[in-house]
């Protein structure tokens, strides 16, 4: 068995916060190699591996300043939390898809492979940044280092990887993070016995939930599109998979929510008052 290595809360916070998109660094990724369908989020269709009708010589968007008025509103929400970056400049060395065309179909298949990893890494990460137990801890830490290790990859291997393997441990981890948080927390404060806490999967859509104390409930893929959470208490709650599509979570806690991500916050509707963990960052679109 491996040594228990010492519990540094500090360590997964600093990777979850500094898993960041950065634009420059990127040779638009998402705007070339994802499949957009027309709907109310993407103003068109789009083929995968096909560059948008927006994108610019230089890989920037002519309409950046006005996707959500031009019918984009999707694409204000889509965080690669910096697989893009790592994709252009680590595993193409730099190499941009216009100036070297045979590139291109192979870094296309490569961002969604990198896209997921790095969104693992970022649940680890967070699980890393809460005090567990600390056999939990080691082998989340150790999960941490094989995704890492994963980014590293050359593009061929990468395009062999079975993402589902991948996610299964990483899910197992996080479920078991989740309980243990969530327990440690009901029992702090009390909780009753009786209420019930596990609402994975529910489909509470257009939901009037305001106001109300859902404090350390699993709502792990709920669906809570255009739910009223405004002012509700949603501390310690599990969101991994939730669709948080137009929710209304003005003024909401959600400060030491669980498994949260940017785009989740992206899709919702919030404002200043709303409460947010420490890694996410109000969407300009509330503040305005």
């Avoid at 395009?159 to 991948?166: E, K, S, V, W, Y």
């Avoid at 929710?247 to 899709?267: K, V």
Wanted: hydrophobic fraction near 40%.
């Amino acid at each position: 068995m491996s040594k228990v290595k010492k519990i540094d809360d500090s360590f997964g916070k600093k990777i979850r916060e500094n898993l960041q998109a950065d634009c420059q660094n990127c040779f638009a990724l998402c705007c070339t190699a994802l499949n957009i369908v027309a709907s109310s989020d993407f103003a068109m269709n789009k083929p995968a591996g096909i560059p948008c009708q927006n994108l610019k010589t230089d890989f920037s968007c002519q309409i950046h300043g006005n996707l959500r008025d031009k019918g984009f509103k999707g694409c204000t929400v889509f965080d690669c939390l910096g697989a893009g970056q790592k994709v252009s400049q680590t595993t193409f060395h730099g190499q941009d898809w216009r100036q070297y065309p045979t590139h291109a179909d192979t870094m296309f298949q490569v961002f969604p492979i990198m896209e997921q990893l790095f969104e693992m890494i970022a649940y680890i990460a967070e699980s890393l940044s809460y005090t567990v137990d600390p056999q939990l801890y080691n082998r989340l830490l150790e999960q941490l280092e094989k995704l890492q290790l994963a980014t590293e990859l050359d593009a061929a291997t990468l395009l062999t990887i079975d993402i589902p393997n991948f996610r299964m441990p990483v899910n197992m981890l996080l479920l078991e993070t989740s309980m243990e948080i969530r327990q440690r927390f009901i029992k702090t404060v009390g909780g009753k016995t009786s209420r019930k806490y596990s609402y994975q999967g529910v489909d509470w859509m257009g939901k009037n939930l305001k106001g109300k104390d859902l404090r350390a409930m699993d709502l792990r893929g709920a669906y809570l599109i255009a739910a009223n959470l405004q002012q509700a208490d949603l501390r310690v709650v599990d969101f991994i998979g939730a669709d948080l599509r137009d929710a209304n979570l003005r003024g909401a806690d959600l400060s030491t929510a669980m498994f949260l991500t940017q785009m989740q916050i992206n899709s919702a509707k919030g404002d200043k008052q709303t409460k947010l963990p420490s890694h996410l960052k109000h969407p300009t679109h509330w503040l305005n």
